[in-house]
């Protein structure tokens, strides 16, 4: 089992930068391929980026340029940069693992509120 647990999540207006950092509780965390998802009020829950245990990482076309996730694979944290933030960032945003590239994710952390106001 891998336990995540999201922070740093808040209130800011548009224009700012926020960065949510993602906790593991596994001792293979350098293993597992680590995503952020979000989910907006009203709506489905969206793809934000995601990073191997090396090599690329791959970004929603919303945030390419903007949010950058990288991780410590030593601290076994996984980082979301969230720049210039749109009141269209705002939602909940979720750390999630899985094992295998072409897996569903297997693990979910309980998400952290990000609000951007305009």
């Known amino acids: 089992q891998v336990q995540l647990v999201e922070s740093g999540g808040g209130l800011v207006q548009a224009g700012a930068s926020l960065r949510l950092s993602c906790a593991a509780s596994?001792?293979?965390?350098?293993?597992?391929?680590m995503g952020w998802f979000r989910r907006a009020p009203g709506k489905e829950r969206e793809f934000v980026a995601s990073?191997?245990?090396?090599?690329?990482?791959v970004y929603a076309d919303s945030v390419k340029g903007r949010f950058t996730i990288s991780r410590d694979n030593a601290e076994k944290v996984v980082y979301l940069q969230m720049n210039s933030l749109k009141p269209e960032d705002t939602a909940v945003y979720y750390c999630?693992?899985?094992?295998?590239?072409?897996?569903?994710?297997?693990?979910w952390g309980q998400g952290t509120q990000v609000t951007v106001s305009s």
């Open positions: 990073i191997p245990w090396s090599g690329g990482t």
């Open positions: 999630a693992a899985k094992s295998r590239p072409r897996a569903e994710y297997d693990y």
């Open positions: 596994t001792r293979t965390f350098s293993s597992y391929i």
